[in-house]
T-cell receptor
């Protein structure tokens, strides 16, 4: 079945790198996404990666995809206090427009 | 400005009192969906719609109804709310293309006493 798992909490010091991990179960996933939810707001798309890619970089964000292990990670370089939020991993399949979300990882950035 | 608008943002109600949470998008998206967010459970899909007059159940549809009479609107109806429907609700919409960015509303926090 479809399932996306993430650790619930991560705490880092300002200026360090953050790595948020996600595992998914459906090997037919076509796109994998990272969404960010700031307090009191809805989710916003941060970045996505197509399943035939291994890596995608976008400024301070690096997404790594290990399709063999069904493992997705989001690395945030030079983490800032404004990066404190909940980060959701999500997958979608070609055959469906449905997104399956993980439970979210709460990132706390300490000054 | 492209947006998904939900109302109300906050609501406290009592068991059994029917309520509707409205959702409207101005991006001409075909696909609309309702999610509920609960601690430790992430987002779970309640209902979705691929186009006008086309709706389907998500993972947790019990106790909810939806309608899609117009492309821009997708209201969520709780005919007889119960305390286990206390949650944070999100409406979202997207185009039916491959990359599929989902645009979210700001959320509606519902408390059922």
């Amino acid at each position: 079945g479809e399932d996306v798992e993430q650790s619930l909490f991560l705490s880092v010091r300002e200026g360090d790198s953050s790595v948020i991990n996600c595992t998914y179960t459906d090997s037919s996933s076509t796109y994998l996404y990272w969404y960010k939810q700031e307090p009191g707001a809805g989710l916003q798309l941060l970045t996505y990666i197509f399943s035939n890619m291994d890596m995608k970089q976008d400024q301070r964000l690096t997404v790594l995809l290990n399709k063999k292990d069904k493992h997705l990670s989001l690395r945030i370089a030079d983490t800032q206090t404004g990066d404190s939020a909940i980060y959701f991993c999500a997958e979608s399949m070609d055959s469906s427009y449905k997104l399956i979300f993980g439970s979210g990882t709460r990132l706390l950035v300490r000054p | 400005e492209a947006q998904v608008t939900q109302n109300p943002r906050y609501l406290i109600t009592v068991t059994g009192k029917k309520l509707t949470v409205t959702c409207s998008q101005n991006m001409n998206h075909e696909y609309m969906s309702w999610y509920r967010q609960d601690p430790g459970l992430g987002l779970r899909q309640i209902y979705y719609s691929m186009n006008v007059e086309v709706t389907d159940k998500g993972d947790v549809p019990e106790g909810y109804k939806v309608s899609r009479k117009e492309k821009r609107n997708f209201p969520l109806i709780l005919e007889s709310p119960s305390p286990n429907q206390t949650s944070l609700y999100f409406c979202a919409s997207r185009k039916l293309d491959r990359t599929g960015e989902l645009f979210f509303g700001e959320g509606s926090r519902l408390t059922v006493l």
